[in-house]
């Protein structure tokens, strides 16, 4: 054991405050309270939310709404990523992609990223209830729960299945984008639901078997840290065909013509081939830069930003 493992949970965190209070600019103060919210996932949040909004209203929805529930939507999701931080900052600090985050540095303290976050989770809350309606606010709060409690402190430290279902949190802004325009659900929301819970696996395990070495430091079984390589890309194949699938459902029952179905096939069937690919590659034995498994990372994001595109403009075409 190193030095800085034999630390107790958060004493790396600790020690970094101690030594940095009254020499934290104001500046960089603010970038780390913006930090702790992650705002590079909450892109990928509202991209999710607000296709659907035009789904749902089958056109323009009003756009003080949209901006009501994207505001809400990054303070909620806000909440849910400091409280995440406030709570992993022990491992934070021993693993080299969060070494740098507020509360390990100690440029916020975990006292003011609880207070921030708690704060951020209320007001976020409340925002919904009275600027878009309280369906929307009980699923966003729904949410953050979920993610804090169910993903952060129950699942995972404790199983490999954590991203399989602590991604329900992620699903979410899904609903509260259909549910700010009609205050109600459909099976349309649903399938896009589906959509992202089994888009996270095949999204989040490629960038796991990246860096599975940190995770397996730390003792965060993560898939790729107990599996081998095989079989996590098995695992990746399976997810993604019935995620190509679920996509394609819209359309059979009314709710997307020609232009989403062709989006959907066209970035589907690219997904299965960079899938099977990593499948292919770790069948043969690639290791290393070999495995090119952050290709499927990073054409995830692309994925899911140029389907839910399609679920906006489909709308206009029909």
């Given amino acids: 054991m190193t030095a800085v493992e034999s630390r107790p949970p958060g ?43 035009f789904l749902a209203e089958q056109g323009v929805p009003d756009l003080w709404l949209v901006l009501a529930t994207c505001i809400g939507g990054y303070l909620s999701a806000g909440g849910a990523n400091a409280l995440n931080m406030y709570i992993d900052r022990d491992i934070d600090a021993l693993m080299a992609r969060t070494s740098q985050r507020p509360l390990v540095t100690g440029m916020v303290t975990p006292r003011e990223g609880l207070v921030f976050g708690l704060t951020l989770a209320v007001v976020s809350t409340v925002w919904f209830g009275v600027l878009v309606n309280w369906l929307s606010a009980w699923l966003s709060l729904g949410a953050l729960l979920f993610y804090v409690v169910v993903y952060t402190m129950l699942l995972k430290r404790r199983t490999s299945q954590n991203i399989v279902w602590g991604g329900i949190a992620g699903c979410m802004p899904v609903l509260i984008g ?65 995620m190509v699938a679920v996509s394609l459902m819209l359309t059979p029952l009314g709710y997307t013509g020609w232009f989403y179905t062709s989006v959907a096939l066209v970035t589907g069937g690219w997904w299965l081939w960079e899938a099977h690919g990593l499948q292919n590659r770790a069948k043969g034995g690639a290791t290393g830069a070999k495995l090119k ?4 990372f990073h054409w995830s994001i692309t994925y899911v930003s140029l389907l839910f595109v399609a679920v906006a403009v489909d709308p206009f075409l029909r």
């Fill in 178 to 242: 259909w549910s700010a325009v009609t205050n109600s659900m459909s099976w349309a929301a649903v399938i896009l639901f589906l959509v992202i819970f089994f888009w996270t696996p095949p999204h989040y395990w490629p960038l796991s078997m990246k860096v599975k070495d940190d995770y397996a430091r730390v003792g965060v079984p993560m898939l790729p840290v107990i599996a081998s390589n095989r079989v996590v890309a098995r695992q990746i194949v399976l997810y993604s065909w019935v």
């Fill in 11 to 53: 004493a790396l965190g600790a020690s970094n405050t101690i030594s940095s209070r009254g020499q934290r600019p104001f500046g960089a103060r603010v970038k780390a309270f913006v930090a702790l919210t992650k705002p590079r996932i909450i892109e990928l949040l509202l991209i999710t939310t607000v296709p659907v909004m």
């Fill in 293 to 296: 498994e952050m290709r499927l």
